[in-house]
């Protein structure tokens, strides 16, 4: 077990050094002059431009302006925006409140989808899995900004039930809309994946065997069952609480709320590519160490994994 | 049953006299908005993360001088529904040729930390925003000021041998003077812009910090600022100009999305928003839903088309004429931007001093005689229009190539670039393929500010790369004429010029349309796209 975790670890090395260069390039290697646009329609002046290129290091190459940026970062500084505002600030402000909504949405997914996976699942073909079978068939097919949207326009601007936008601080309460809509796909997912596996695994030879033992049913869905169904839906749900971490952009956008996808949001829009480096480089690192739970939670859940 | 029917009758009377009674109290709810004002009230105002730092010298777009321009008092102001300028902290401004100006500021005005505002206080800041090393954003507003080239070089590699311009001189606490480089006759206008505004001393021992919380002199101050969330500032009570506003807090709150701030509107979480989302204007649907709440202003700007004189084709008067006449504006402004827009007609903004109508007399859509000169032109080959895609800035474009696609029976491309940036290097790069948008909005109101930047041979704005020694004669003769009638007249004779070779393509003016919530009163959308704050009055 310790060297399946020690060799989970190194692994992580290369691909975060592979990541956030492949990011840094990708933001900052953009074609374009970063302050074209800054000054409206004239040209910027030149005593203004050289500054700005000077402090994010625009002149040096572009691997000297990673490495750069890296050795910063260790020093714990995400750098600064355009307006001085410093990203690290930025990011510790903001990444609770994505953290909550993320919770918030896979608390939704889990639970709903679960139980609708579960149900479906045991039961078989009727009335309840059709049901199913198209609504989660119907969130599928809808993207996330056309969920948030009419969720928005519905409940809050034709109904008033909720706010249209949450306030600077948001609490679960406020959030349970937008998690709604940030979840709603995921949801869908994983009330599939539930139903087949729990489908496929109904029939199998140790369930047999446990209802020949005289197990009482709750115990052979409960241990026996969902043991060894929930594995795949949990690989989904790991990754996701990532996806999902960086999937509020849309969500956050939209009820306009102070979280990490709401600064991607901005930082694309006002070309601010501190920003979203900054922040992209945490959600691979959340990415990251979430695959690296799902991975020890998969050994702790199916021994043949442990003792490979 | 009947003592519930006696309590209705009781409560009909008590609510049809309180009825009865508020309407006579609230006699002056005329707007479409109930309740008393309330002079304590807050105001909330959709913002956008502010771009740079919040000092006037380093701010030049809506977002940050929503906040600066409520905390700072320049020399000069301009009103808010028709952008006259006046005298705000300055007690007089003189000259006589149009070179030197001898500034007298009023006394007794404070910074907000409380210590005075005197005559240093703007040579000082006007000297900070022009020095190169400290690399603000507006320091070529200061270009025209005798001495920039010493703080400020033109070669970038050049170190300045001075951080003083020798055309600032103090003369005392409440008096200085400004010599410019040439004679400039829009000078006093143009110092009402953000970046003339004075500095306390504080700023200049330490300007990070100050930036963190600005002190200003103006009818707003500082409270607060979480960014991406919001900025706060609380009214100056102690403030002495005209443009004292009506309400007690501000609270711009920063948005990501347009639409979101749109739904607050609507929902009354928010009380003004300058431009309406893509969504609202689809079909006018904000007429429907805003009704009394719609706020139509007149901003200052204008909308052409650049026609490059470097691209091989376009350097002909006559395709001008007829790409300019096949292009039907009202149906354009109408349809495609549903009202937001009026047809333009010249090459200054409607509304502005010395604008007048029909200057460009090619700017009437006119088939026949686009087909004409079209033919007379022998132009071969595909039209293009190249512009950033996004905010709106493609359908009417799309539909300007398709009208003239119509008429003339030539092929007629939009070509989108992916954001403003890429857009302005493009620009800026000389490297348009056709023609391109160029927008214009007026940093202050003057007619020189729509020549000057944009026709001028090798202006700062020049899309077109335009050149005619007249007009740039014309332009020098009318900066240097101190009488100001006598100077826009001569603008004018530039901007007569200047449409007779149609270097870009008038196409339409921007009215500004606006929005806000039932508890704002009455409030003014000014010529800047920003609520005029002393206009508001919520109630409560």
Not at chain 2, 36 to 65: A, H, K, M, R
Not at chain 2, 109 to 134: I, L, M, Q, R
Not at chain 2, 407 to 413: I, M, R, S, W
Request: glycine letters at 8%; aromatic letters at 10%.
């Amino acid at each position: 077990m310790i060297r399946y975790v020690l060799r989970r670890l190194l692994q992580l090395i290369p691909v975060f050094f592979g990541t956030t260069f492949l990011i840094y390039v990708l933001v900052w290697a953009v074609p374009g002059d970063p302050f074209s646009g800054k000054c409206g329609q004239t040209a910027c002046p030149q005593a203004y431009v050289d500054l700005m290129t000077e402090k994010f290091h625009l002149n040096d190459n572009l691997i000297l302006q990673y490495l750069k940026y890296l050795g910063s970062l260790f020093t714990g500084d995400w750098g600064e925006t355009f307006n001085g505002t410093s990203v690290g600030e930025l990011i510790a402000t903001s990444y609770p409140i994505t953290l909550r909504l993320a919770l918030v949405a896979v608390l939704i997914e889990a639970v709903i989808g679960l139980t609708a996976g579960v149900l479906t699942g045991l039961r078989g073909k009727g009335f309840l899995d059709n049901l199913v079978l198209v609504s989660t068939t119907f969130l599928i097919s809808l993207p996330v900004f056309v969920t948030a949207i009419v969720l928005q326009l519905v409940l809050g601007t034709e109904l008033g039930i909720i706010d249209t936008s949450v306030s600077d601080n948001p609490g679960f309460g406020e959030l349970i809309v937008p998690g709604i809509a940030l979840g709603s796909l995921s949801m869908a997912y994983v009330a599939r994946l539930t139903r087949t596996s729990i489908a496929e695994n109904r029939h199998a030879d140790y369930i047999r065997t446990a209802i020949a033992k005289g197990q009482p049913n709750s115990r052979v869905v409960g241990v026996h069952l969902l043991r060894n169904s929930v594995i795949p839906v949990l690989t989904f749900l790991g990754t996701d609480l990532g996806a999902l971490m960086g999937g509020a952009i849309v969500t956050e956008g939209v009820f306009n709320i102070n979280g990490l996808g709401g600064l991607i949001f901005r930082g694309i829009q006002n070309r601010e590519s501190a920003t979203v480096v900054g922040v992209v480089v945490l959600l691979v690192l959340v990415y990251l160490l979430m695959s690296l739970i799902v991975d020890l939670l998969y050994a702790v859940l199916d021994p043949r994994i442990r003792y490979d | 049953m009947r003592r519930s029917r006696r309590l209705w009758g009781a409560a009909a009377v008590v609510t049809t006299l309180s009825l009865v009674l508020a309407a006579c109290g609230g006699g002056s709810s005329s707007s479409g908005s109930s309740g008393e004002v309330d002079p304590n009230g807050t105001f909330t105002v959709y913002g956008t993360e502010p771009q740079n730092t919040l000092i006037p010298t380093n701010t030049n777009e809506l977002g940050g001088s929503k906040a600066v321009d409520a905390m700072f008092a320049e020399l000069v102001a301009f009103k808010g529904d028709n952008a006259q300028p006046y005298n705000q902290m300055a007690e007089s401004i003189t000259t006589t040729d149009s070179k030197v100006f001898d500034i007298k500021i009023k006394q007794g005005w404070k910074f907000h930390d409380g210590t005075e505002v005197k005559a240093k206080n703007f040579v000082d800041a006007w000297n900070y925003g022009a020095y190169s090393p400290n690399g603000q954003i507006n320091s070529t507003f200061f270009e025209n000021i005798q001495g920039y080239d010493d703080v400020h070089p033109a070669d970038d590699n050049a170190k300045p041998t001075t951080d003083k311009m020798s055309g600032l001189v103090v003369k005392g606490d409440y008096e200085f003077q400004v010599t410019l480089k040439a004679p400039f006759s829009v000078f006093a206008t143009k110092i009402g812009y953000t970046a003339f505004a004075p500095l306390p001393d504080v700023f200049f021992k330490d300007p990070k910090a100050f930036a963190q919380h600005p002190i200003g002199n103006g009818p707003m101050k500082f409270v607060s600022r979480t960014p991406n969330v919001d900025i706060k500032l609380t009214r100056n009570d102690d403030y002495k100009g005209q443009d004292k506003v009506k309400f007690k807090d501000l609270d711009i709150k920063i948005y990501a999305s347009q639409e979101t701030a749109y739904q607050d509107l609507l929902s009354n979480k928010l009380d003004f928003i300058e431009t309406l989302p893509p969504s609202a204007l689809a079909g006018s649907k904000y007429k429907t839903d805003l009704k009394d709440n719609l706020v139509i202003g007149h901003l200052l700007g204008i909308s052409t088309i650049a026609v490059p004189y470097y691209v091989p084709g376009y350097d002909n008067l006559d395709l001008r004429k007829a790409i300019s006449m096949a292009i039907d504006r009202t149906q354009i402004t109408k349809t495609v931007m549903n009202d937001t827009y009026v047809p333009a007609d010249g090459y200054v903004s409607q509304g502005i001093e010395g604008y007048r109508p029909a200057v460009c007399e090619f700017c009437k859509f006119d088939p026949t005689a686009a087909k004409a000169a079209f033919a007379k032109s022998g132009f071969k080959g595909k039209l293009t229009i190249a512009s950033n895609a996004d905010g709106g800035r493609k359908e009417p474009l799309v539909a300007a190539c398709n009208s003239i696609k119509n008429v003339l029976g030539v092929e007629c491309d939009f070509v989108p670039a992916t954001d403003f940036g890429q857009w302005r290097s493009i620009v800026t790069g000389h490297k348009l393929t056709g023609m391109g948008r160029s927008d214009w909005s007026a940093d202050y109101p003057s007619i020189e500010d729509f020549l000057n930047p944009i026709y001028r041979s090798g202006a700062s704005s020049n899309d077109s790369v335009y050149t005619n020694p007249a007009v740039d004669q014309l332009l020098e003769q009318a900066d240097s004429t101190p009488d100001k009638d006598a100077a826009i007249k001569i603008y004018q004779q530039a901007e007569d010029a200047i449409a007779k070779d149609l270097p870009s393509i008038p196409v339409w003016d921007e009215k500004g349309v606006a929005a806000k919530s039932k508890h704002t009163k009455t409030v003014t959308l000014d010529f800047r796209r920003r609520a005029d704050y002393s206009s508001v009055e919520v109630t409560k």
